[in-house]
């Protein structure tokens, strides 16, 4: 039986947990004002208050949303199937039903994705990882769909890692009204909140903390909430008193960092990276906006004595002044072209930052007259610098989310029992979207630059074909390409292919035989010619 929670702990834990991210708030603040304007604390800012108040340029919004869209874009787009369900034993996944389940499986999933607000949600999680470095991806069964996700702000939650280095505990602060709390959790909240709710001040809020974190003490035989292998529970912050507590199957939450350094918690984001110069480019977009305005309506030269009078400069104004002692305007000597290229290359720097050059390759250049080896090279270069950063996706966001919506569809009765072969059989994700597939296409472009090397060698001596799997390469190549599996024949089907085609062809050339042979039939039947050879040796 597992032991109750304790709210008190667990709000001790909380503020533990929250002060020791100190640093890493204070560094999302300053890129949060400095950079992208993103609110990420409930305190930061008054709802629909102004947050550009330190920004003078937008070069790094615009290439943040870039990123965001880019990852979006080609690493799940909604629009494409960007993966698909297989198994480690290849020769078990061409069996016909397993095919087929895998294929199906595949769709229901991507159908329940799809028709939830898990796009929504994936967006912002990229957004967040484009600034934060973190973001965190909760996923539960949906009311209205099959899912329900719901991307929250680090600023507000609380992570710790396992032994492996893998988030497997949240801790996360919500703010409700005390309408919303009645509602929720009734006379479970605390008399603070309840006297809040009869005096009927609906709009008073108030901290709640939901913790999950992995149970060590639950009976496993057990199917009840309060005996599923991560805790989750609801305690009201100020009072800690425990409001609910259940349990999850599965971790609910996907906690992908950017980039992450060693022991440290949360992760390194673009934003981070692109500070200094978005720092420093705002600055020099206000210094050098200063200068241009003394261009334009430079201060004017005057004697002291026309500081007793009354100096009009608008439009159409009239100035007085005594003869040779007429207002001259201050000239400037600033190089405003060389504060200008100098802007532009911090805005450049801003854009790799993010990596806007991979996902705008032609935007982001004016040159046109490049071919299409130069775009695959550059395209190439990109992809392995951003590599890693992709691995990383795939193994903290990714793979988690994929396997929580396989479990909850699962019990829902929206897939398909498995077929028996897949017993014992551990399930495995290709990712299918345009990002994962450049990064595979490298592997098909060398087979395929080799082939057409060896090409007029084959011609000269075929038996240099022997050398590669020709079957292995067809196949592989177009699932590097994005082609479903279920287009392809199963290699045992190939075969027959083949076989039937051996036999068809054996048949033809026995028949051209045979009709070869009943032509030379009626010749053989005729008798020598005269005067031909065979008459002289009859005779």
């Not at 967006?123 to 539960?140: D, F, I, K, P």
């Not at 939650?157 to 005390?178: H, I, K, M, N, P």
């Not at 060389?338 to 290359?345: N, P, R, T």
């Not at 090279?377 to 966001?397: D, F, H, M, S, T």
Request: aromatic share 10%; net charge neutral.
């Amino acid at each position: 039986m597992a032991t109750p929670a304790d709210g008190k702990k667990i709000v001790e834990i909380y503020n533990r947990l929250d002060s020791d991210k100190a640093a890493y708030q204070a560094h999302l603040r300053e890129i949060s004002e400095y950079l992208v304007a993103v609110k990420f604390l409930y305190d930061q800012w008054v709802a629909g208050g102004k947050r550009h108040k330190y920004i003078y340029d937008g070069t790094a919004i615009r290439a943040h949303r870039v990123f965001a869209n880019g990852l979006f874009g080609n690493l799940t787009p909604q629009a494409t199937p960007w993966f698909s369900l297989t198994v480690k034993n290849k020769s078990i996944a061409e069996i016909s039903n397993v095919k087929y389940w895998l294929a199906d499986t595949t769709d229901r999933m991507r159908s329940a994705i799809n028709a939830s607000n898990a796009p929504l949600a994936l967006q912002q999680v990229y957004r967040s990882e484009g600034w934060a470095g973190t973001a965190v991806l909760y996923v539960e069964p949906g009311k209205r769909y099959a899912l329900n996700c719901q991307a929250f702000s680090v600023g507000n939650c609380c992570v710790l890692e396992d032994a492996e280095g893998v988030v497997d505990a949240l801790y996360r602060l919500e703010r409700f009204t005390c309408r919303q709390m009645i509602q929720k959790w009734g006379d479970k909240c605390s008399e603070k909140v309840q006297k809040a709710h009869k005096d009927q001040k609906y709009t008073e809020t108030f901290d709640v903390i939901h913790a999950v974190y992995p149970r060590d003490d639950y009976n496993w035989s057990k199917s009840d909430n309060l005996n599923m292998p991560y805790a989750s529970v609801w305690v009201e912050k100020e009072a800690k008193n425990v409001l609910a507590e259940s349990g999850y199957q599965e971790f609910p939450y996907a906690v992908p960092r950017w980039e992450k350094d060693e022991n440290e918690q949360y992760g390194r984001s673009p934003g981070m990276d692109a500070l200094p110069d978005g720092r420093m480019l705002n600055q020099m977009c206000y210094d050098n906006w200063r200068g241009i305005q003394k261009q334009i309506d430079p201060p004017l030269l005057a004697t002291s004595e026309a500081a007793l009078s009354t100096t009009v400069t608008r439009p159409a104004g009239i100035i007085y002044h005594k003869p040779g002692h007429e207002p001259k305007q201050l000239q400037s000597n600033g190089r405003f072209e060389i504060a200008l290229e100098v802007e532009e290359g911090r805005r450049r720097a801003i854009k790799d930052a993010f990596y806007n050059d991979l996902f705008q390759l032609l935007a982001s250049d004016n040159r046109t007259d490049r071919t299409a080896y130069e775009i695959s090279k550059r395209l190439e270069e990109n992809i392995y610098i951003l590599g890693p950063a992709l691995g990383r996706q795939q193994v903290e966001l990714l793979d988690p989310f994929l396997s929580r919506v396989f479990w909850l569809l699962f019990r829902a009765g929206a897939i398909l029992p498995p077929p028996r072969e897949l017993m014992g059989q551990g399930l495995e994700v290709e990712y299918t979207g345009r990002l994962a597939l450049m990064m595979k296409a490298y592997e098909t472009r060398a087979t395929v630059d080799t082939l057409n090397a060896v090409a007029p060698l084959a011609q000269i001596n075929p038996e240099i074909m022997d050398n590669y799997n020709l079957d292995e390469i067809a196949q592989g190549t177009a699932l590097r390409a994005g082609v479903p599996v279920k287009y392809l024949n199963p290699p045992e089907f190939v075969a027959e292919i083949r076989q039937k085609r051996a036999e068809a062809l054996k048949a033809q050339q026995e028949a051209e035989t045979l009709e070869r042979a009943a032509q030379q039939i009626p010749n053989l039947a005729k008798g020598a010619e005269k005067g031909s050879v065979l008459e002289a040796l009859n005779q």
